[in-house]
């Protein structure tokens, strides 16, 4: 109790000097301008309004920050009126004032375009873009956008230039034009694999270098020992014919002098003989020493070399201990994402289970072993002869996609089974609310959600009552008596996000009537985005065609046959989402 009681003291203390700074700077700037220095009133009003920034007191922020924008027009300092009208659209922005945030951002892009300043340029094109897109305006929001390509283009940005193509395919989606839509997030592909590849070339052209520079210096060794053997080889050659050369000498001066020996009888001898001893020690003794020479410097030579390679080895050595735990790390990563996959095949309801209920196919594929797609299945319960079907595409896929699963399949599972919500437009509503506060969107700057598509599906005495409801997710169905297969398209808004908080979410209710043999269908856009080798999509129609064409087949043929006839499609390309496919036939 002492110690929670101190550091609630420490905290509250923390504060009240925190924001005496903030005062402090207030009031110098307030100081400044009486005494009629504007320029460090701005620097004193820009201090004060980031550490209120900062504190999260937006108002207090602002307040500063438009005192400056007094000052500097004043001035007529164009460079800062830009700075700080950027950082008030950052600030409204961050309110959700979307009116002021554009009207500051398109000052400060004015600003910028005449201080011929490119790349604030282009990041304040980005920033009116993308107010417009928050405000719906999508036509208005691509032609900044479009200004932001054409800049991180001539500036080769290709990081902003990622979010830029990113932003537009949102904005082409959302103004229903899907074809530059699909164009944009091609190019957004494009130069996130190029990044990519930019990044893991560096690696390889680092790890090259150094083996480059080890094998290098290796050969640089191995050059200086040869040279070293050869000059050891010319001197043994160049000694022996200097020692038959003396021998010749010593031959001949012997011939020349035969009779003075012959008269000079035992003296002469004698003293040839001293010469000839005194003579040859000389020879052998500068022979030695140059051996000895040679061998030191052979012995030195070994010694630099057998070092380099020690270095060499142990240059080696370390680029193979890097591999093997870059190796051994990503098997650890692989085994724990596909020990998550069997934690994440347990909220998926089992097949035997929903047999019960109806007849069914699954297709479901992930893209990276985990996935951010899910189908779920409960039985009404309040007890009456109906159950619940849905399938669900969480933002992302991989890792983040399975985490919002799990919390998907949760939340779900809490609004129906728990909380017996029974109508699919309220358990969207619900889910639409409740996702948004679990992962604190009202505070954050997560905006993940999901696409759902629910049905009802109650058995009455000779027939089936169906009650859908789809967030950006449509109802496919096939009415057998009829032969007739059409579309139920579902509500534009998604579930999540940080608009389900500031604007109630309306979801509406869908109503068939069904029979014994017919067929629901339900799905992600996994399958339908997916592109050939051609680079165009496997679409709607083609989807819609394959279910009309295998439709009275078995129900378990049904979906062998439609995976038969995507992959054929897809030949080799690279999947680009999760995919998940149902279907169910009334029993």
Avoid at 228 to 254: G, H, K
Avoid at 263 to 278: G, N, P
Avoid at 386 to 412: E, K, N
Wanted: with cysteine.
């Amino acid at each position: 109790m002492k110690d929670l009681f101190l550091s609630i003291l420490c905290i509250l203390f923390s504060l009240l000097v925190f924001a005496q700074d903030q005062n402090e700077h207030e009031a110098m700037a307030i100081k400044m301008l009486e005494q009629k220095d504007e320029v460090k009133a701005i620097d004193y009003f820009n201090k004060a309004a980031f550490n209120y920034w900062n504190k999260g007191s937006t108002s207090k922020a602002i307040e500063c920050f438009n005192k400056v924008v007094d000052l500097s027009g004043k001035q007529n300092n164009k460079k800062s009126l830009a700075s700080v009208y950027n950082n008030l659209g950052l600030l409204y922005s961050d309110i959700e004032d979307y009116i002021n945030a554009l009207s500051s951002f398109k000052k400060a892009l004015e600003l910028y375009t005449i201080l011929r300043d490119k790349q604030e340029t282009l990041s304040a094109s980005y920033n009116t873009g993308m107010t417009l897109q928050l405000q719906n305006r999508y036509s208005e929001s691509i032609e900044y956008l479009n200004k932001a390509e054409l800049l991180a283009n001539e500036n080769n940005d290709l990081k902003l230039l990622r979010k830029v193509f990113a932003s537009l395919a949102e904005s082409h989606e959302r103004s229903n034009n899907s074809t530059m839509a699909f164009t944009y997030y091609e190019k957004y592909n494009a130069v996130d694999k190029k990044l990519k590849e930019m990044e893991m070339e560096g690696v390889k052209q680092q790890a090259g270098m150094e083996v480059a520079i080890a094998n290098q210096q290796k050969e640089q060794s191995d050059g200086a020992l040869k040279e070293t053997t050869q000059v050891l080889r010319q001197t043994e050659d160049s000694l022996v014919l200097a020692n038959r050369i003396a021998r010749e000498q010593e031959i001949t001066l012997e011939l020349r002098n035969a009779q003075i020996r012959e008269k000079e009888a035992q003296i002469s001898y004698e003293k040839r003989i001293r010469d000839v001893l005194t003579y040859s020690i000389s020879i052998l003794s500068i022979f030695i020493i140059l051996l000895v020479y040679l061998f030191l410097l052979k012995i030195k030579h070994n010694k630099i070399l057998k070092s380099k390679n020690i270095q060499i080895e142990a240059q080696n050595a370390e680029i193979t201990l890097q591999k093997s735990k870059l190796d051994r790390q990503h098997k650890n990563i692989t085994d724990s994402i596909s020990y998550a996959r069997s934690i994440q095949n347990t909220i998926l309801p089992l097949k035997s289970v929903m047999d019960q209920c109806f007849h069914s196919f699954i297709i479901y594929n992930p893209k990276d072993i985990v996935s951010g797609d899910f189908y779920w299945f409960s039985p009404c319960p309040s007890g009456s002869n109906a159950f619940y079907i849905a399938v669900v595409d969480c933002t992302g896929h991989g890792v983040p996609g399975s985490f919002m699963s799990m919390i998907g399949s949760r939340l779900l599972s809490e609004i129906i089974i728990i909380n017996k919500v029974q109508s699919p437009a309220a358990i969207l509503q619900q889910l639409s609310l409740t996702l948004s506060k679990a992962l604190k969107q009202e505070t954050t700057d997560n905006n993940d959600g999901m696409d759902v598509c629910l049905c009802r599906v109650e058995k009455l005495e000779d027939a089936y009552h169906v009650v859908f409801s789809g967030a950006k997710r449509p109802l496919y169905f096939y009415l057998q008596a009829s032969r007739h297969f059409d579309i139920v398209e579902g509500d534009s808004c998604s579930i999540g996000g940080r608009s389900a908080l500031k604007s109630k979410v309306a979801f509406t209710d869908q109503q068939l009537e069904m029979q014994s043999g017919d067929m629901l269908i339900l799905s992600t856009d996994g399958m339908i985005d997916q592109n050939g080798p051609d680079r165009k999509r496997f679409g709607t129609p083609k989807f819609t065609d394959l279910l009309k064409k295998f439709a009275d087949q078995p129900i378990e043929e049904i979906g062998d046959s439609l995976w038969k006839e995507y992959s054929l499609f897809v030949k080799r390309e690279e999947q680009r989402d999760d995919i998940t496919v149902m279907g169910i036939k009334l029993m």
